[in-house]
């Protein structure tokens, strides 16, 4: 299975912050590459699919990047309701694998 | 808008087998697949397959085969997903999703399943 890394596993960040969070794939996944929210107490919500699709009612302030192994989610000015655990998820290889999630709070 | 409704939340002794439902409205049931995911504080998210909704057929995570069997019935909308031979280790909130092209995009709200004697 391929594995996926994030990075950090907890990150600290001020309201209008600009925020970027990692997520590594163990080999290319040719950017087959989902960002999902997750708010306490809450199933999971997509944001972005193939790496830099803007799932529909999503705010432009989330964005995707990246390609191979190595993927970035942007927040540009975050905002209070962002505060969430984040996960990457790949699909370009069976089975579909998550990261562990990186958990955003409010500094 | 898209809805899945999982049903309510299990119980269950070890040895014994569980089926949770997902109802799907919003959108025409047998034009996606239903995926189904597994999370734990210990081993975070898991996939564990999906359903095509309109032929039946399953594809599982090597790791969940013998464990879970997925279902549908057409005709009210629903996934299923038995679970059996229960274990503590099989303890988790369990989500049901609606998938278009492998991309899991509406998720039900998940159902708590214990496993406990």
């Known amino acids: 299975d391929i594995q996926m890394t994030q990075s950090p596993s907890l990150l600290s960040a001020s309201v209008g912050d600009r925020v970027t969070l990692s997520c590594k794939a163990s080999q290319n996944i040719y950017k087959y590459l989902n960002w999902y929210q997750q708010k306490l107490g809450e199933a999971p919500k997509l944001l972005i699919y193939?790496?830099?699709s803007l799932q529909t009612g999503i705010p432009s302030r989330f964005s995707g990047s990246g390609s191979g192994t190595d993927y970035t989610l942007t927040i540009s000015s975050l905002q209070p309701e962002d505060v969430a655990t984040y996960f990457c998820q790949q699909y370009n290889s069976w089975p579909n694998t998550f990261g562990a999630g990186t958990k955003l709070e409010l500094k | 808008q898209v809805q899945l409704q999982q049903s309510g939340a299990e119980l269950a002794k070890p040895g014994s087998s569980v089926k949770i439902s997902c109802k799907a409205s919003g959108y025409t049931f047998t034009s996606y697949d239903i995926s189904w995911i597994k999370q734990t504080t210990g081993q975070g998210l898991e996939y564990i397959g999906y359903i095509n909704t309109g032929s039946g057929g399953t594809y599982y995570n090597e790791k969940f085969k013998g464990k879970a069997t997925l279902t549908v019935d057409k005709s009210s909308s629903t996934a299923f997903m038995q679970l059996s031979s229960l274990t503590p280790e099989d303890t988790a909130v369990y989500y049901c999703a609606r998938q278009e092209l492998r991309v899991p995009d509406y998720w039900g709200q998940g159902v708590m399943v214990t496993v406990s004697s």
């Open positions: 193939y790496t830099n």
